[in-house]
T-cell receptor
């Protein structure tokens, strides 16, 4: 049972480049979300989804897009990378709104 | 809007001593409350959660937390610290009907000394 799988583990981008961070879960969870973790700021919610075809913005959505075409996958797209998007990104899923979040191991992104 | 405050970004205890990590929250509706632990270069793991059942919640690795509505607190404790408890701990809140959107505190780094 793989749980939540994020790829890539590390990525370096130049300012203005675009990329997609991949997230897949094999637990048939309806709820999925993306967080970014920055030193001294905890984790902040970027986007979330309560099921296939349904997404909404979190606390810090600017510069990011998501879609949820299947229950398993929830990719995060950076449209035009900026140095302020240098961070560690975590994807998470849960069975219910009160359920524990299952986290991936993160993607460490550096934008130069 | 929901929010979480964790007092103390760094806490240091001796091995065998009591661990107390503080968390205060605000929420306009009955909250769900969580404590997560993060070891270096890993994602977060759930320690325990409160979902309106018993106010004293027991979690993994000997940790527990008590929900106190009057104080809007959800402090994490462990009677006797172990070296393996050294990690970063995050308190988080979500709201009933909120779709499991968690708001996290800024984290407390726990150091355990011999």
């Amino acid at each position: 049972n793989a749980g939540v799988t994020q790829t890539p583990k590390f990525q370096v981008l130049k300012t203005g480049q675009s990329m997609t961070l991949q997230c897949a879960q094999d637990m048939n969870h309806e709820y999925m979300s993306w967080y970014r973790q920055d030193p001294g700021m905890g984790l902040r919610l970027i986007h979330y989804s309560v099921g296939a075809g349904i997404t909404d913005q979190g606390e810090v959505p600017n510069g990011y897009n998501v879609s949820r075409s299947t229950t398993e996958d929830f990719p995060l797209r950076l449209l035009s990378a900026a140095p302020s998007q240098t961070s560690v990104y975590f994807c998470a899923s849960s069975y219910s709104e009160s359920g524990a979040l299952h986290f991936g191991n993160g993607t460490r992104l550096t934008v130069t | 809007a929901q929010s979480v405050t964790q007092l103390g970004s760094h806490v240091s205890v001796s091995e065998g001593a009591l661990v107390l990590l503080r968390c205060n929250y605000s929420s306009s509706v009955p909250p769900y409350l969580f404590w997560y632990v993060q070891y270096p270069n890993q994602g977060l793991q759930l320690l325990l959660k409160y979902t309106s059942a018993a106010t004293l919640v027991k979690g993994i690795n000997g940790f527990e937390a008590e929900f106190k509505k009057s104080e809007t607190s959800f402090h994490l404790t462990k009677p006797s610290a172990h070296m393996s408890d050294a990690a970063e701990y995050f308190c988080a809140v979500s709201e009933t009907g909120g779709g499991n959107k968690l708001t996290f505190g800024t984290g407390t780094q726990l150091k355990v000394e011999l």
